[in-house]
């Protein structure tokens, strides 16, 4: 099994639509949990931080469930601009962390 | 502003040569880094961490004597690629954790593009 296992899509939506990624981890220790949004040939940019009670910003939603070992997140109202590939991070004992193979979006005019 | 800064962002060199590309933190201190490759459509592989004034940490599969990185100060890091094969062709990138109180936040350089002909 993958330490971070995402469906790697592409996830075709419309502008406007309403979008959910999730992304399991084996490692049931993992504290540290992130989503990323890389750009083609691009470096990766933070997105958001999950926090286990879950969290908002804007129109991106996170969550966790640490007891399924998986976390989401959720993307209202898609815009074009939102079109990239997203990235799950766990992290693996003190400071190593594990990316998913990222989920591509492409949100469709 | 960039916290991470990668250089270079591009490089072509011949099979054969050695590469080398510097990763620096900026403003703060990163007595840790990290090395990935990316291939295309694939996901970030960790090749090594880099730990200041220590050897670096390699994964496995992952060719010590090939990738040499050395971390000689607390803002600066150099991954160098040996004797380059076109296989060698990726997306090099680094990353720098600036921790704080509550959440250790990951910041990348901007990538350097190696293209070995």
């Known amino acids: 099994r993958k330490e971070v296992e995402q469906d790697p899509g592409p996830f075709n939506v419309p502008e406007g639509a309403t979008v959910a990624f999730n992304c399991t981890y084996s490692?049931?220790?993992?504290?540290?949990f992130f989503w990323y949004r890389q750009d083609c040939r691009k470096e990766p940019k933070l997105l958001m931080s999950?926090?286990?009670s879950g969290n908002e910003d804007g129109r991106f939603t996170a969550q966790l469930n640490r007891a399924s070992q998986y976390i989401s997140l959720l993307i209202r109202d898609s815009k074009l601009s939102d079109s990239a590939t997203y990235l799950c991070?766990?992290?693996?004992?003190?400071?190593?962390?594990?990316f998913g193979t990222g989920t591509r979006l492409k949100v469709l005019a | 502003g960039a916290v991470v800064s990668q250089h270079p962002s591009r490089v072509i060199c011949k099979s054969g040569t050695s590469v080398k590309i510097e990763c620096r933190s900026l403003?703060?201190?990163?007595?840790?880094m990290f090395w990935y490759r990316q291939f295309p459509k694939q996901s970030l592989m960790l090749m090594a961490t880099?730990?200041?004034?220590?050897?670096?940490?390699?994964e496995q599969g992952v060719e010590k004597d090939k990738f040499l990185i050395n971390h000689a100060s607390l803002t600066l890091s150099t991954l160098t690629v040996t004797s380059a094969h076109p296989e060698d062709s990726s997306f090099y990138i680094c990353?720098?954790?600036?921790?704080?109180?509550?959440?250790?936040?990951?910041?990348f350089g901007e990538g350097s593009w190696l293209t070995v002909v």
């Open positions: 880099s730990n200041e004034g220590s050897k670096a940490t390699y």
């Open positions: 403003d703060f201190q990163a007595t840790t």
């Open positions: 999950v926090y286990s």
């Open positions: 990353s720098a954790t600036l921790r704080a109180s509550t959440v250790n936040t990951i910041y």
């Open positions: 490692n049931s220790a993992s504290q540290s």
């Open positions: 991070v766990v992290n693996k004992g003190t400071y190593k962390y594990i």
